[in-house]
């Protein structure tokens, strides 16, 4: 049972265009959505968050739309750089006994071509 | 440290032997998470630890694995009789008991080859 889904596995963009990333969620109970970047050999990174009770969230180049009504956000990058070439995975969460718990959807490989 | 350690950075074992990966989180945070990453999948949650509660280990695949938190610092996990299946990177992440979306601070994992 997938409860977040990136149903692309990869994407590939021209330098300085927009980049848009998907993610859908089947569980109305999380309460915060983060997208997190990981670059080979080495851990995820967070970059951005968004509340459940909020529709957007900016960050530099970096927006996270949420629709809760289709259960899906997507991650804009604008402009893309060839150093946002990684795989980016969406997460939702739950607060579950006092702590933060993450499902991760399967990633997308963001490819920047210059 | 500064951040989440994880040893070693890379395991090659034969199957059937049993191998121990280790987790350093960052200085006070109360809450560790294993996750594995197999080839072309996503990050698979294992177990968390939070404070003294009792452990979640609903992600674990078999009893053939296991973790423990000593004094809530350092884990390790555990795991017996090696598959290839179970080759994977495993990843550790610690985060503070905030609930407030900052996520996880991960280590940069352990790639772990049966072979």
């Known amino acids: 049972d997938q409860q977040v889904k990136q149903n692309s596995p990869s994407l590939s963009v021209q330098e300085g265009r927009i980049s848009i990333l998907n993610c859908d969620y089947t569980?109305?109970?999380?309460?915060?959505f983060l997208w997190y970047k990981k670059y080979p050999a080495e851990g995820p990174t967070f970059l951005i968050s968004?509340?459940?009770?909020?529709d957007k969230n900016e960050d530099g180049r970096f927006t996270v739309f949420l629709n809760k009504s289709a259960k899906h956000l997507s991650l804009h990058i604008v402009p893309s750089q060839p150093g946002d070439s990684a795989v980016y995975f969406c997460?939702?969460?739950?607060?579950?006994?006092?702590?933060?718990?993450?499902?991760f959807g399967q990633g997308t490989r963001l490819t920047i071509n210059p | 440290g500064a951040g989440v350690s994880q040893s070693p950075s890379n395991k090659v074992t034969e199957k059937g032997k049993d191998v121990e990966l280790r987790c350093d989180p960052i200085?006070?945070?109360?809450?560790l998470y294993w996750y594995r990453q197999s080839l072309g999948q996503g990050l698979e949650f294992l177990i968390y630890?939070?404070?003294?509660?009792?452990?979640?280990k609903s992600g674990l695949p078999s009893d053939r694995f296991s973790a423990e938190r000593t004094g809530g610092s350092v884990s390790t996990l555990t795991i017996q009789r090696t598959q290839q299946e179970d080759s994977a990177v495993y990843l550790c992440?610690?985060?503070?008991?905030?609930?407030?979306?900052?996520?996880?601070?991960f280590g940069s994992g352990t790639r772990l080859t049966v072979v």
């Open positions: 992440a610690s985060s503070l008991v905030t609930g407030t979306g900052g996520g996880y601070t």
């Open positions: 569980n109305s109970m999380f309460d915060y």
């Open positions: 968004i509340s459940s009770i909020k």
């Open positions: 997460a939702a969460s739950s607060l579950i006994q006092g702590a933060q718990k993450l499902v």
């Open positions: 200085s006070g945070h109360t809450a």
């Open positions: 630890f939070q404070g003294n509660s009792a452990p979640d």
